[in-house]
C-alpha cells in the first residue's frame, strides 16, 4: 500500500513528507559549483593570453633567428607530441622558449641548429616559432573559437 492509499483510507492524519536536503549537501553544491565557476574563469583567462599573444604577432611580430637548445618528445593518452626548445635575442637580451612541432621538423633539427622566431617587438616575451602548425593552429583558434 502506498502511503497515498493509507492517507485516503484515513490511516494517516497528515501526508508523508519529504526530508529536507540537509545544510551539508547544500554546502556541497555550493561549493562544487563555485569550483566549477573558479575552473571556468581560469580556462577563459588562459585562453584570452593565448589568444592575446596570437594577435600581437599576426599584427606586429617581426621574424628572427634563433638557436635550438634542446628537444623533447611528450606523450600522452596515446598520442606523442613533439617539442623544440629554443632561445633568441631582442632588444639586447636574450629569450627562452618552446613550442610544438611536426614530426618532420623534430626528426631534423638538433640543439645548436638555427630556426625562425617571431616575436613582438615591443613585448618579446610573446614569441613563438616561425612556421610551425602551431603557430598557424593559433591563428585558427583566434578565427574560429
Known amino acids: ?70 628537444r623533447w618528445e611528450m606523450q600522452s593518452r596515446g598520442s606523442t ?11 639586447g637580451r636574450e629569450y627562452r622558449g618552446q613550442d610544438s612541432v611536426p614530426r618532420p621538423l623534430w626528426d631534423a633539427t638538433a640543439p645548436g641548429d638555427a630556426v625562425p622566431v617571431v616575436y613582438f617587438p615591443g613585448d618579446p616575451e610573446a614569441h613563438r616559432l616561425g612556421g610551425t602548425p602551431d603557430a598557424a593552429e593559433g591563428q585558427q583558434r583566434v578565427l574560429f573559437w
Not at 519529504?18 to 562544487?32: E, F, G
Not at 577563459?44 to 589568444?51: E, G, H, Q, R, S
Not at 607530441?81 to 632588444?91: E, H, I, T, V
Open 1 to 70: 500500500m502506498t502511503p497515498r492509499e493509507a492517507l485516503d483510507r484515513g490511516w494517516l492524519s497528515t501526508p508523508p513528507r519529504q526530508a529536507a536536503p540537509s545544510r551539508l549537501s547544500r554546502v556541497l553544491v555550493a561549493t562544487l559549483a563555485l569550483i566549477g565557476g573558479l575552473l571556468l574563469a581560469l580556462a577563459a583567462l588562459l585562453a584570452y593570453f593565448d589568444v592575446r599573444e596570437v594577435l600581437l604577432l599576426q599584427r606586429g611580430g617581426v621574424t628572427t633567428q634563433g638557436v635550438v637548445t634542446g
Open 81 to 91: 607530441s613533439y617539442r623544440l626548445d629554443y632561445s633568441f635575442r631582442a632588444n
